[in-house]
């Protein structure tokens, strides 16, 4: 049974730092891409970053490149989502996700991802 639980969110000033964790079971992370999506209050959910299981290629979304970067922990089954210099605007709930497909590309389309976390709230204060 495929399990994705993230953790490491918070409050954090402007300008600051949180790194997300998804731990994940059930699968190993170099089978599968998984991708980290957010959801602010009235606003549909979008994608942030992903990591391809074939290839290790990574993607992100236009507002987060050069201040996020995704990764993966093989031995620990974990992806991380460093983000640095944190804005107001990323304010959101952040999920994890995996796609079904073994060694495929990842995407930034929440369509595209079968299995889900139960988000973790990011907050950044002016």
């Known amino acids: 049974q495929v399990q994705l639980v993230e953790s490491g969110g918070g409050l954090v000033q402007s300008g600051g730092s949180l790194r997300l964790s998804c731990a994940t079971s059930g699968f190993a992370v170099d089978y599968l891409s998984v991708g980290w999506f957010r959801q602010a209050p009235g606003k549909e959910r979008e994608g942030v970053a992903c990591v391809s299981s074939n290839d290790g290629n990574t993607f992100y979304a236009d507002p987060v490149k050069g201040r996020f970067t995704i990764s993966r922990d093989f031995a620990a089954n974990t992806v991380f989502l460093q983000m640095n210099s944190l804005k107001p605007e990323d304010t959101a709930v952040y999920y994890c996700?995996?796609?079904?497909?073994?060694?495929?590309?990842?995407?930034?389309?929440?369509?595209?991802?079968?299995?889900w976390g139960q988000g973790t709230q990011v907050t950044a204060s002016l």
């Open positions: 996700a995996t796609r079904e497909s073994l060694y495929s590309s990842c995407s930034l389309y929440s369509y595209d991802y079968k299995y």
